[in-house]
């Protein structure tokens, strides 16, 4: 029987990995793209003695030397200020102002999910929802975000940017997020296939002819697999926010993914990108924990065992 | 469904959405005021937009910038879900820890930061779809080759290898036609149409994204339009200007996309 | 169609509501947000405006009287022999962090551009400008210049910047002052993610009359317009043609023309072996249709009266006293005379297409990509027509970020063509534009166009002593470039704001447009 | 002496036929019932019926079923005869609480029988606790976990080993372990000889009767194996090959 904590590890190995890896890329981009990174980033005509502003920015000393000082920093922390997009603006204050906007709409559109994988688990939502609910699920995010902004603008107009439109947008962002691309029908119908897969096993078949309750009896065993089922779900929301965020103007980290591309404000994206990365690593380490979790409810010696 | 009819309706999707793209013009042909905004009619058949070139032009320009790529994608899903399930039949240990690492590393990459990021390497003068799409088809891959290992390891993965080894079958058979060709094909179908759905989708996002900032599109040269431009000129509908028809054909050609997926999903289904 | 209209109407019932419940707060659509709030860093018309409204240039062309004066200083004298001028400057004066505004100030604005640390083409011309700077007193400012400037204080249409907020004088472009900056200027403002904020700040040589100014991002100048319509904004700075009569047709709205003396060209890149030769570009001159150019990107009908855009033949706006009137534009294209200057410069048309050295040229046009909505679909158009005479050709947006790196820096010759705008105020000093790229002369040359006669013209034109000297200069430039033609000269482009009649005294001044902030009043 | 089960004219059939036929069944307290039959025969369909678990469609068709010693006369099968699928769903609700605490299975193959995810120890804890009198403390609950495994001869390490990690035999003990742990009145043996080797099935069947001697309960024993059936069983039902009567 293969060892219980191998994937786990696997998981929380690239967990680790993957907030350093990156950044890693994107800076090997950066020196990838043709002409100076520094005149890139700031072009002599805007600001003339580049070499000062190389040297400022460490950019000066090839790529190696750049990416260990910014991850260097980053660890503490510090991202540096922005160079483009907002010059002179701590990215550090640009990332902590996103990332909340980002997690919000993230898990707003997950509850969805998240209630409906529960009823599809519990057998509470109907077969016949399903056809339903791909049906919907078929439009892509950026129509339905499309036609959301353009409700927004019309109502909102330049207060588009006030606490009440923020929220409404928040709100139809994450209903577009939730609803598209097959976020939601995905969850049920993965996790109706997951559970009744897991019915059909023969030791449940017998543990009921003991009278013991199904749900009991496949949860541990399938725990791990829906935790990899909702992982994939809120990853594929946090990749989808990027177009929502951008189309409905949401100041979220996609948004500012997407701005600092444009504009080629490397510190932003850098950041931006890190800022997914943790996201992304932070659920891995989640699955990975409740793997674990389970692992361990289910090797827990029972009473009095004397081994 | 039954299944030659969900082919099919699958082909008759694909042949209506790609192969205009074949015969798109290279550049949309000069404006005729006396058409602008010209809703559906007899000529141009699906209107025209503000200075009267047919929007069917946009629809056979846009099928041609994501056709090839989206195709493309799809094939790297399939071979690279194909190998995720022969993996699992090998029932070597280091394999699969192998195909596990590479799933959770890609896969746990924030799919459009990587999309972004291969948009801004790609050359202005080589700007083009086919690039995101593969990248897309990679990050896709994790997926698509776990369930293909899911379903060789229901099968049994080695041991199904070996039984049919003692009935006599050479192993390039078993691996093909029995793995690869009677149960795998179903998911990798599957798995590989949705992928050409996502791409579609993708290049309809970034496009409108560009349009909407007045930026060039990371997905195809600025000569060409894109399914996204008949979705924003669309879109200017509900400010009041006469252009919902572009809205509805953008629309429908978003559906049809869906609707190959849907019937391919059909057709395939195990029996 | 009406449903949408009903619910259309009935979001702009909402929106109205919802703007007169937040009082005398004043929002307006610009064309972008500035880059940097930094003026030695500036690198669009929307940063030169926005300096204005939060800092003070030393001097400045009065919008009305068109004289040079000063909200800053008192009153001033030549100094060290016509080579300095001392600036006696106005007490009382605090930057928007309360602390009082000093000659130290003016000195530290001046030292910071000499110094070579500070990374800034600005800065950098301004070293052939000035020598230096002695704060003598508290509020007496010695400036001194390289050399004996004939109008002095013309030079000085600098923005003063703060010594205490940087302490060095090497400014960096990623200062926090780029984003959040403190002026002495009428507005105290910050730029946030979606706009910038500015509030009054009363000072003695200020007294803005509204309170609080928020500047927005336009984006689609349809819906701008809307937006405008509904109250949901008070202000669009530039409003595109095409729209220009739905906001004409409000009474609830003002058009206000914003004098910006802008004109449109199409570079010509004479580095491509087929384009160096003069011919050709005559005939591309002679393909361009610019009528129907004009009603197909601007919607100006033949034949429309006052229409908001005027061809031109060479680098000025028909209104100003450079243009010269003696050469003639070319309204509608002449395609035999085209082809038979093509077909003189060696080219062949095979098969429909024309071929330079046995090689079918395709040509690789680039447009600015925001000027897409002043001049929606314009890129294709030309293409359309360049496509019509028989080449063929590739079409490329040009994101502002690489037109400044490489358009503006002479490095985009992977181009044949290239559609842009020039905007300037009152002086319209194309030197940049066409002279020679050496030092920094010809900073702007887009293909590096060389041309020793033209160099010539423009040291005549530096060198006028008076107007008429300069107006001659220019004159022979004007006939010299419709000839040599670097660019296909379009047409020039009027700018019209569009404010709601709430909005009063609002004096818009030639470029900077808001040099006359203080006479600006909002709500009943 | 009155029946503990008691199962009769029991029909269950699939649209196109009927899988058995008119089949009767009585279990007695202390006493072992074979039941016989070639494969196919319906030996354990009617074992699963006989507790109340028929998941065939249309399914039950005629019978009744009884528990004189725990309902008296009351026939379960009342409402459940022709009603189908939701019926049956609706009967194997009802008596959830019967199967463990009064009737329960031990399964042939019990290594794919036991749930992976479990310890031996922590199923035989579920089961103790389906008895009607289960232990108070933890301190009891242990002790009851030890007994379950002695009385099975299983060492107490057992407990802590999840499914996968048994022997053929060790799992076989440990179904059966926990099939009677509950203290139920009646045992259905699932041909408790698949998949063991004969000197194995010996041992296991002996215990089997063993265990459901020591704990007075009835015992079902489904099998095909004459010889076994012939040394062990007190009664003898035979159903005939293909379910028709």
């Given amino acids: ?307 | 469904m039954n299944r030659k009819l969900a082919w099919a309706l699958a082909t008759l999707c694909f042949a209506v959405l790609f192969v205009p793209g074949l015969f798109a013009p290279e550049h949309l042909s000069p404006p005729d005021m006396a058409n602008a905004y010209l809703g559906f009619s007899s000529a141009p058949p699906f209107g025209a937009d503000a200075s009267g070139r047919p929007l069917s032009e946009y629809a056979m320009q846009g099928a041609r910038v994501v056709a090839l790529p989206a195709l493309l994608a799809g094939l790297l899903v399939v071979f690279l879900g194909t190998l995720g399930g022969l993996l699992a039949c090998t029932g070597s240990q280091r394999a699969e820890a192998a195909a596990q690492g590479f799933g959770e590393v890609v896969g746990a990459l924030p799919r459009m930061v990587v999309v972004l990021v291969v948009a801004l390497l790609v050359p202005k003068d080589a700007r083009s779809l086919l690039p995101i799409a593969l990248t897309w088809a990679v990050l896709a891959a994790p997926g698509a080759m776990d369930e293909a290992a899911a379903v060789a390891s229901r099968l049994g993965g080695a041991r199904f290898v070996e039984a049919l080894r003692a009935h006599g079958f050479s192993r390039a058979r078993i691996y093909l036609i029995h793995i690869v060709g009677m149960n795998l094909r179903p998911v990798l179908m599957r798995q590989g149409v949705e992928t050409m759905m996502q791409v579609v989708f993708l290049e309809i996002g970034l496009s409108y994204l560009a349009v909407q900032d007045s930026q060039p599109s990371f997905t195809h040269g600025d000569s060409e339009k894109s399914w996204a431009d008949l979705l924003y000129f669309g879109y200017q509908a509900f400010l009041d200007i006469p252009s919902s028809h572009g809205l509805f054909l953008g629309l429908a050609l978003v559906g049809v996309v869906a609707l190959m997926s849907v019937f391919v999903t059909q057709a395939v289904r195990a029996r | 169609m009406k449903p949408t209209t009903r619910t259309l109407l009935t979001a702009l019932g909402l929106a109205a509501t919802a703007t007169f419940a937040t009082g005398a707060s004043l929002t307006f659509y610009e064309e972008s947000l500035p880059s940097s709030m930094n003026p030695l860093f500036a690198s669009s018309m929307v940063d030169n405006r926005v300096h204005e409204l939060v800092l003070d240039r030393i001097y400045h062309h009065d919008p009305i009287t068109n004289e040079l004066v000063s909200d800053v200083v008192e009153r001033w004298e030549l100094a060290d022999g016509g080579k300095g001028v001392r600036l006696y400057l106005k007490k009382g004066i605090k930057w928007h962090d309360g602390q009082s505004m000093t000659a130290e100030d003016v000195c530290f604005t001046i030292d910071s551009m000499l110094d070579e640390g500070t990374p800034s083409p600005i800065a950098e011309k301004k070293r052939a400008v000035f020598a230096g700077c002695d704060a003598e007193k508290n509020d007496v400012a010695l400036v001194k210049f390289v050399k004996i400037f004939h109008n002095p204080l013309n030079r000085l249409g600098i923005h003063i910047l703060p010594k205490h907020v940087f302490g060095e004088t090497a400014i960096r472009p990623d200062h926090q002052f780029s984003n959040r900056p403190v002026g002495t200027g009428p507005m105290k403002g910050s730029m946030g993610r979606r706009g910038v904020v500015f509030e009054k700040y009363k000072n003695v040589h200020h007294d803005p009359q509204i309170d609080q100014m928020t500047l927005q991002e336009g984006g689609d100048p349809l819906v701008q317009v809307r937006t405008l319509l509904n109250n949901g904004v008070q202000g669009i700075i530039a409003v595109p043609p095409p729209y220009r009569a739905d906001v004409s047709a409000s009474d609830e709205l003002t058009l206000k023309s914003y004098d910006l003396r802008s004109w449109w060209f199409v570079a010509v890149n004479q580095e491509k072996a087929y384009l160096a030769d003069k011919r050709v570009r005559q005939a591309l001159n002679l393909i361009v249709d610019r009528t129907d150019l004009r009603q197909l990107s601007i919607g100006v009908k033949p034949g429309e009266q006052n229409s908001p855009c005027e061809f031109i033949s060479g680098p000025f706006v028909q209104t100003s006293p450079y243009y010269n009137r003696s050469v003639p534009t070319q309204p509608r294209s002449d395609k035999e005379k085209a082809f038979l200057l093509l077909k003189e410069a060696g080219l062949k048309q095979v098969g429909g297409r024309w071929h330079y050295n046995g090689q079918p040229i395709t040509m690789r046009i680039g447009m600015k990509a925001p000027l897409n909505n002043e001049a929606p679909d314009l890129l294709s158009q030309v293409g359309n027509q360049l496509g019509a005479a028989g080449f063929d050709r590739q079409e490329f947006r040009i994101t502002v970020d690489d037109w400044n790196r490489k358009v503006l820096t002479g490095q985009a010759t992977d181009y044949d063509l290239v559609v842009g705008k020039w905007s300037f105020g009152l002086v319209e000093d194309v030197n940049p534009l066409f002279h020679t790229r050496k030092d920094n002369r010809g900073a702007l040359n887009i293909f590096n166009y060389a041309n020793p006669q033209v160099d010539a013209l423009l040291a005549q034109f530096d060198a006028a002593r008076t107007d008429t000297e300069a107006k001659d200069a220019y004159h022979k430039l004007h006939e010299k470039l419709a000839e040599e033609l670097p660019y296909l000269f379009l047409w020039k482009l009027d700018t019209k704001s569009a404010w709601r009649t709430e909005v009063r005294g609002n004096t818009i001044s030639p470029y900077f447009y808001w040099t006359a902030f203080d006479s600006w009043k909002y709500g009943s | 002496m009155s029946a503990l089960l008691e199962l009769k004219g029991l029909t269950i059939a699939i649209p196109e036929r009927n899988l058995v036929t008119d089949v009767d069944i009585e279990v007695h307290s202390g006493r072992i019932t074979a039941l016989m039959g070639p494969s196919g025969s319906g030996k354990s369909l009617s074992a699963r019926a006989a507790m109340c678990f028929l998941d065939v469609d249309p399914g039950l068709k005629a019978g009744t079923l009884k528990y004189p010693a725990l309902s008296g006369d009351k026939d379960w099968f009342e409402g459940v005869r022709d009603g189908g699928p939701r019926a049956q769903d609706r009967l194997l609700k009802e008596t959830r609480h019967l199967r463990g605490a009064f009737v329960t299975y031990a399964p042939q193959a019990a290594s794919s029988a036991l749930n992976p995810a479990r310890t031996v120890g922590r199923q035989l804890e579920l089961a103790i606790l389906r008895r009607e009198s289960p232990p108070a403390s933890p301190a009891d609950l242990a002790q009851a976990v030890r007994e379950c495994l002695e009385d099975v001869g299983l060492p107490h390490t057992a407990s802590a080993a999840l499914a996968g990690e048994l022997s053929g035999g060790m799992a076989q003990r440990t179904a059966l372990a926990v099939a009677v742990a509950p203290l139920p009145k009646v045992l259905i043996a699932d041909e408790p000889e698949t998949g063991l080797d004969p000197v194995l099935t010996r041992q296991i069947i002996e215990l089997m009767i063993r265990v459901a001697q020591s704990k007075k309960c009835g015992m079902l024993l489904i099998s095909h194996h004459e010889e076994t059936v012939e040394r062990v069983a007190d009664d003898v039902v035979r159903l005939p090959p293909g379910g028709h009567g």
């Fill in chain 1, 1 to 307: 029987m293969k060892r219980w904590w191998i994937r786990p590890l696997v998981r929380v190995v690239a967990a680790c990995l993957l907030p350093v890896a990156v950044p890693a890329v994107i800076t090997a981009f950066i020196w990838a793209l043709p002409g100076d990174p520094a005149s890139i980033i700031c072009p002599p005509e805007l600001c003339g003695g580049t070499a000062e502003l190389a040297e400022a920015w460490n950019l000066d000393q090839g790529a190696t030397h750049f990416y260990t000082t910014w991850m260097g920093a980053a660890m503490t922390g510090d991202f540096g200020n922005s160079w483009r997009l907002q010059p002179g603006v701590p990215v550090g204050e640009l990332l902590a102002s996103s990332i909340p906007w980002t997690a919000a709409l993230v898990v707003l559109a997950f509850v969805p999910l998240l209630v409906g994988a529960a009823g599809a688990a519990a057998r509470i939502i109907p077969r016949q929802v399903d056809a339903i609910l791909q049906a919907v699920g078929l439009t892509p995010s950026v129509v339905l975000a499309l036609c959301a902004a353009a409700v927004v603008t019309i109502t909102y107009g330049a207060f588009a940017f006030d606490d009440e439109a923020m929220r409404v947008k928040l709100l139809l962002g994450a209903l577009c997020l939730g609803l598209a691309d097959q976020a939601l029908s995905g969850a049920v119908t993965g996790v109706r296939g997951l559970m009744e897969e897991e019915r059909k096993q023969r030791y449940v078949q017998i543990a009921i002819l003991r009278g013991e309750s199904v749900l009991s009896n496949t949860l541990p065993n399938t725990l791990g697999a829906l935790a990899g089922q909702m992982r994939a779900r809120l990853l594929h929301l946090l990749s989808g926010a990027v177009i929502v965020e951008v189309v409905i103007r949401i100041d979220g980290l996609g948004d500012l993914l997407w701005q600092g591309t444009l504009s080629q404000d490397f510190g932003v994206v850098l950041a931006a990108a890190f800022g997914f990365a943790l996201l992304s690593a932070l659920l891995l380490l989640l699955q990975a924990l409740v793997e674990v979790a389970t692992a361990l409810h289910v090797r827990r010696s029972p009473a009095g065992v004397v081994s």
